[in-house]
């Protein structure tokens, strides 16, 4: 993860990351007009770009994303919450462009069956981390119960992702590269770890975040409680959400750190 803190060091990738974050939150402000949680998530198509400049940029989209939600929040309301939606949109920025390097070679412009079915499975896996971040963190703070939040912002991430990621990529991408405008060319690229331990932290990346949507609405609905969480009566389920989710998110922070 040293990328992550030495493209501070590089002009270029700071100019990249404030690209990304102001693009990001242009397109999110407008859509506040459109609540579907006041105050909380919107609409949401600008869910796109975080993957899209993820696969241009690398680690500055992440930063990117993280910042542009933040400036995007500023205009629908601020509050203890945001810290979850800035992690959150921090890993739905940094997973996609890891994630594909380790499943494939090519430009990650779906086109083939295979380019497409590797595709929507890094969409999934960086939505689900995002989705469990921010539901688990606002349902932890009592504010929103999981199995309403954490959906909804699932849904909008696969669905913008999905919708308008590949056309914005076949548009996009060719031209960034001719222009030698990509991550792996504005950064020198450190050596990495052994792809084989990197894949093994793919695979937990993904486990933890398919999963904990799974075990989230599971905990959230009432239809399983964790034995070692006491019973709570009514409420958003604030201990059983909060500390049933928390290995979960604990095993997604180690994936992390192997990819």
């Known amino acids: 993860m040293r990328d992550l803190i030495d493209m501070w060091r590089n002009t270029r990738m700071v100019v990249l990351t404030a690209m990304s974050a102001s693009l990001y939150a242009a397109i999110l402000i407008p859509?506040?007009?459109?609540?579907i949680i006041p105050g909380v998530t919107e609409l949401r198509p600008a869910n796109a770009v975080p993957v899209v400049c993820s696969f241009l940029f690398g680690p500055a989209a992440a930063w990117g994303a993280a910042i542009g939600n933040i400036i995007g929040d500023f205009f629908g309301?601020?509050?203890?919450?945001?810290?979850?939606?800035?992690?959150?949109?921090?890993?739905y920025?940094?997973?996609?462009?890891?994630?594909w390097e380790l499943l494939s070679d090519e430009d990650p412009v779906p086109r083939s069956a295979g380019a497409w079915i590797k595709f929507v499975f890094v969409v999934s896996i960086a939505s689900s981390a995002c989705a469990m971040t921010i539901g688990w963190g606002l349902n932890l703070l009592g504010f929103i119960p999981f199995r309403v939040l954490g959906n909804i912002v699932l849904f909008n991430n696969v669905a913008a992702s999905l919708l308008l990621g590949p056309f914005l990529l076949?548009?996009?991408?060719p031209?960034?590269?001719r222009g030698r405008l990509l991550y792996r060319d504005v950064m020198p690229q450190r050596q990495r770890g052994r792809r084989t331990s990197r894949r093994a932290g793919l695979l937990v990346v993904a486990v933890a975040a398919i999963g904990g949507i799974v075990v989230g609405n599971l905990l959230s609905s009432g239809s399983w409680h964790p034995p070692f969480v006491p019973p709570s009566e009514g409420g958003t389920g604030a201990a059983a959400v909060g500390f049933g989710l928390l290995p979960v998110m604990v095993l997604l922070a180690l994936g992390i750190v192997l990819i």
């Open 93 to 99: 920025g940094f997973i996609p462009y890891r994630a």
């Open 170 to 173: 076949s548009v996009i991408y």
């Open 77 to 91: 309301g601020i509050g203890p919450g945001d810290m979850f939606g800035f992690v959150g949109n921090f890993l």
């Open 175 to 177: 031209r960034a590269k």
């Open 31 to 35: 859509f506040k007009v459109l609540p």
